[in-house]
T-cell receptor, first 110, second 114 residues
Framework: DAKTTQPPSMDCAEGRAANLPCNHSTISGNEYVYWYRQIHSQGPQYIIHGLKNNETNEMASLIITEDRKSSTLILPHATLRDTAVYYCIVITGGGNKLTFGTGTQLKVEL | DTGVSQNPRHKITKRGQNVTFRCDPISEHNRLYWYRQTLGQGPEFLTYFQNEAQLEKSRLLSDRFSAERPKGSFSTLEIQRTEQGDSAMYLC????????????FGPGTRLTVT
């Protein structure tokens, strides 16, 4: 599975959009981009995934560049409860094991 | 609450003792995963089951570790002769077979070896 690179930390004001970047320059054609988050003292939580098209669900939007070498997770109106570590994971479809990096610690502040 | 439960939530044990953790996945999920997470790191894959078959084990899973899923429902993870380096959060996740199925994680069992 391709490796990913994320900034170690980001801050965001409550109510503003949080844009979390991820680089995955070695991604191959059959690999998906998944995002999970982990709120302190809880297990990771699935957010969204995509292959090459942009995706949106009730939690977030995922924007994948045309060359698929990077992506951005967008939380449109961040709240204090969105404070968490966000993990970008690239994986071949098929429900296989997840390889987590160290993620991005997002802190949402008043 | 994702529907995946783990017990106990916390376990303190002395070095050299054996410990066993239990995971109850979402009932219709046929895949079950174990991960380990140490402070400041992301979770690391240990092993996974499809139904009762253990299909993959990480090199992290030394011979002191054993996992079972006897009837394809709940799973247990046993650590024998615990060491201080085993102190970590042990996470369980479940999913449905097939492409694009997200994993649902339990709250984890925090193990402290003294």
């Amino acid at each position: 599975d391709a490796k990913t690179t994320q900034p170690p930390s980001m801050d965001c004001a409550e109510g503003r959009a949080a844009n979390l970047p991820c680089n995955h320059s070695t991604i191959s054609g059959n690999e998906y981009v998944y995002w999970y988050r982990q709120i302190h003292s809880q297990g990771p939580q699935y957010i969204i995934h995509g292959l090459k098209n942009n995706e949106t669900n009730e939690m977030a939007s995922l924007i994948i560049t045309e060359d698929r070498k990077s992506s951005t997770l967008i939380l449109p109106h961040a709240t204090l409860r969105d404070t968490a570590v966000y993990y970008c994971i690239v994986i071949t479809g098929g429900g296989n094991k997840l390889t987590f990096g160290t993620g991005t610690q997002l802190k949402v502040e008043l | 609450d994702t529907g995946v439960s783990q017990n106990p939530r916390h376990k303190i044990t002395k070095r050299g003792q054996n410990v066993t953790f239990r995971c109850d996945p979402i009932s219709e999920h046929n895949r079950l995963y174990w991960y380990r997470q140490t402070l400041g790191q992301g979770p690391e894959f240990l092993t996974y089951f499809q139904n009762e078959a253990q299909l993959e084990k990480s090199r992290l899973l030394s011979d002191r570790f054993s996992a079972e899923r006897p009837k394809g429902s709940f799973s247990t993870l046993e650590i024998q002769r615990t060491e201080q380096g085993d102190s970590a959060m042990y996470l369980c996740a479940s999913s449905l077979t097939g492409t694009l199925d997200e994993q649902y994680f339990g709250p984890g069992t925090r193990l402290t070896v003294t």
